[in-house]
């Protein structure tokens, strides 16, 4: 037994390689491209030297994992269009510039991670891409501009957490298609350009949201009385966060219907 390395049942062919905290340190062979039936590889928590070149070779990856390794370049990561991956979490690394846009080619995502680096400028619309997104997870870096409206388009997303990066503009409308999403999350704390403008829009068509964190921003005019209107969670504990806005008024009668809403102003 290998640890760390794992078989199919009933044979010797290796199709997992865990090795999160190893003490791991050098260069990531690129032998590792030639086993076919490689689906998971986690090299998270070591500081290594990983290089994407020849990564598509690797035909069966879904699923690669290479947070806090000290990842500083994402060259060739383009490669990964022809692998079919799932899940991607490159977080808590030293990476800069834009968000590459070669993922957009990768249709097959369903789990992103770029948390914890230093992206910035504004994202391009193009999330579309990604027709099964589930989770995206961009925490701590320092986008600008316009939260994306394409991501309305991802009917699976399910969490989406933007906070402490550095968006202006408005919150898009179509954010109010999202029937699955559970978590929003975009307070900034941190901003420097004053946050995003416009009014709250209403999710009321997010009917399986429990957390909204838009703290620390710049929206204004009234609370909509139909917030999550048409929940199917409305007996479970919802979070609610829009503290340090500009908003008038007081919080609508029609919110009665949350049974247990915490709300934070």
């Not at 794992?6 to 090795?19: A, H, K, L």
């Not at 990604?130 to 997104?133: A, G, I, K, N, S």
């Given at each position: 037994d290998w640890y760390g390395?794992?078989?199919?049942?009933?044979?010797?062919?290796?199709?997992?390689?865990?090795?999160?905290?190893?003490?791991?340190?050098?260069?990531?062979?690129?032998?590792?491209?030639?086993?076919?039936?490689?689906?998971?590889?986690?090299?998270?928590?070591?500081?290594?030297?990983?290089q994407f070149e020849g990564i598509s070779e690797c035909s069966s990856l879904k699923g690669l994992y290479l947070s806090d390794t000290g990842l500083s370049s994402l060259e060739g990561i383009g490669e990964l269009a022809d692998v079919g991956?799932?899940?991607?979490?490159?977080?808590?690394?030293?990476?800069?510039?834009?968000?590459?846009?070669?993922l957009f080619n990768v249709l097959t995502l369903k789990d992103i991670s770029i948390s914890h680096n230093s992206f910035s400028g504004a994202l391009d619309d193009k999330f579309d891409s990604?027709?099964?997104?589930k989770n995206f997870y961009a925490y701590g870096n320092d986008f600008t501009g316009q939260i994306p409206p394409s991501f309305g388009s991802c009917e699976k997303l399910s969490n989406l957490v933007f906070s402490e990066n550095d968006f202006t503009g408005t919150l898009p409308l179509s954010l109010n298609n999202l029937e699955n999403l559970e978590t929003l999350s975009i307070h900034q704390t941190t901003?420097?350009?004053?946050?995003?403008?416009?009014?709250?829009?209403?999710?009321?068509?997010?009917?399986?949201?429990?957390?909204?964190?838009?703290?620390?921003?710049?929206?204004?005019?009234?609370?909509?009385?139909?917030?999550?209107?048409?929940?199917?969670?409305?007996?479970?504990?919802?979070?609610?966060?829009?503290?340090n806005n500009k908003f008038t008024g007081g919080i609508p009668e029609d919110w009665a219907r949350f049974d247990r809403l915490f709300i934070d102003l």
């Open positions: 390395v794992y078989c199919d049942v009933g044979n010797q062919i290796i199709n997992r390689i865990t090795m999160l905290d190893n003490n791991l340190q050098g260069a990531v062979p690129i032998e590792l491209w030639q086993m076919p039936n490689l689906r998971i590889l986690d090299l998270s928590t070591n500081a290594i030297d990983f991956l799932l899940g991607l979490d490159i977080s808590s690394n030293e990476l800069t510039g834009p968000f590459p846009t070669e990604f027709p099964d997104l901003n420097t350009r004053g946050g995003i403008t416009g009014p709250l829009i209403s999710f009321k068509s997010c009917a399986s949201m429990t957390t909204l964190h838009l703290g620390s921003n710049a929206l204004s005019g009234s609370l909509p009385s139909d917030l999550m209107e048409d929940s199917n969670v409305l007996g479970e504990s919802i979070d609610v966060d829009l503290s």
